[in-house]
């Protein structure tokens, strides 16, 4: 099946799918499926299910409650036991992404790349980004501990930030680098060493024999990975707007995935995984001196979608399929889907939710199981 486990609240409806087997000898027709979220039901859809086969039921939902959405699809028989004909899952919902953006001066005084950046982050009535605008020399431990993702803007990074970026990064948050001019290659090594997709070489500004600027575009994009898979829809990249004048020159990338290159074949996105976070490096600024993409279409969707992906992708799992041990932290107390506390090794024992309290904080998590007819 294919279903949303974590998502930024939007009103976009999100879409379901889920397999249904017939492993019977005769044909199924018109079952019931039912989508049920936070225990109601939301939809119920009819599918024919062939002897032998399999068939799809599809939904689309809108998710608008912040948090845990506890979801099962379900056949409306009394021919099968609850665990044949049910799938549980968990749809984690985070109401904002709260975004830390680091400048070189602060509001008031932003370069060319906290300008294009704040325009198309900038808050709105139905906005997922909460953005706090913070000037290097005065981001603290503290201003970091709040955000999902650090955004650094064009700045030299000191020393000694560095390992408020790395405990981001420990605790499943994102950081997105733009270096551009101001950037300096030796700065950048010792500050983001131990946690940059590569270290930066040089700027390249391509010429024509005539000493005119050579523009290039992007090319071999990694349309697999989360951040530029919904580029694939028709219409929905037209990558091949894009022209570049300027990019840095990457080097020691060799622990990184590579995003997307350039047409002369260097580097222009990386990814590297760091603990539990992620770390996105684009290789050219968000500045008209260096490419035209901040006046085309795509640089809004291309920008949200890679700052979703750093929120979202790095979030706790919270789906299980069943017989796998489920992250328990010492001293946490365990509830299965009974409702009785889970004694012994953390194992989920049969598909429904378990509920975890640790200290403070609930979580919900999910022992999942397929759905098959007899």
Same mark, same amino acid.
């Given at each position: ?66 948090? %845990? ?9 009394? %021919? ?23 400048? +070189? +001066? ?207 992708? +790095? ?22 889907? %009974? ?36």
């Amino acid at each position: 099946g294919s279903y949303p486990e974590s998502l930024v609240r939007e009103a976009a409806p999100q879409n379901i799918a889920v397999r249904i087997v017939n492993n019977g000898k005769n044909p199924a027709r018109a079952v019931k499926v039912s989508l049920r979220v936070n225990g109601k039901r939301v939809k119920t859809k009819e599918v024919n299910v062939p002897a032998g086969g399999r068939a799809a039921a599809r939904f689309r939902h809108v998710f608008d409650k912040g948090g %845990d959405n506890p979801c099962v699809v379900s056949l409306d028989t009394s %021919d099968l036991t609850a665990e044949d004909n049910r799938l549980y899952f968990n749809a984690r919902v985070t109401p904002k992404i709260r975004i830390l953006l680091v400048s +070189t +001066t602060g509001p008031g005084r932003a370069n060319t790349s906290e300008f294009f950046l704040r325009a198309a982050l900038s808050p709105g009535q139905q906005s997922p980004f909460e953005v706090k605008s913070v000037p290097v020399g005065k981001v603290t431990a503290a201003s970091m501990q709040s955000a999902t993702v650090a955004i650094l803007a064009d700045v030299n990074v000191p020393v000694s930030l560095a390992s408020a970026l790395k405990q981001l990064l420990e605790r499943g948050g994102g950081v997105l680098l733009l270096p551009g001019s101001n950037v300096k290659p030796a700065a950048f090594a010792a500050a983001l060493g131990d946690l940059a997709p590569c270290k930066l070489a040089k700027i390249v500004a391509p010429k024509r024999p005539d000493g005119s600027p050579l523009e290039t575009g992007l090319s071999s994009i990694d349309y697999t990975h989360p951040a530029f898979e919904v580029f694939l829809a028709p219409h929905h990249g037209a990558f091949g707007t894009l022209r570049y004048k300027r990019y840095w020159e990457a080097s020691g990338a060799q622990l990184s995935r590579v995003l997307a290159k350039y047409d002369d074949g260097r580097q222009a996105i990386l990814e590297r995984k760091v603990a539990k976070g992620t770390c996105v490096l684009w290789l050219s600024a968000i500045d008209l001196g260096w490419s035209n993409l901040p006046f085309r279409a795509l640089y809004l969707p291309m920008l949200h979608q890679t700052i979703r992906y750093l929120a979202v992708r +790095t979030e706790q799992r919270t789906g299980y399929t069943v017989g796998e041990v489920l992250p328990v932290p010492q001293g946490a107390t365990l509830w299965g889907p %009974d409702g009785a506390v889970v004694k012994g090794a953390p194992v989920a024992p049969s598909p429904g939710f378990y509920r975890l309290l640790a200290g403070d904080i609930s979580s919900t998590a999910t022992g999942r199981a397929g759905i098959d007819m007899p």
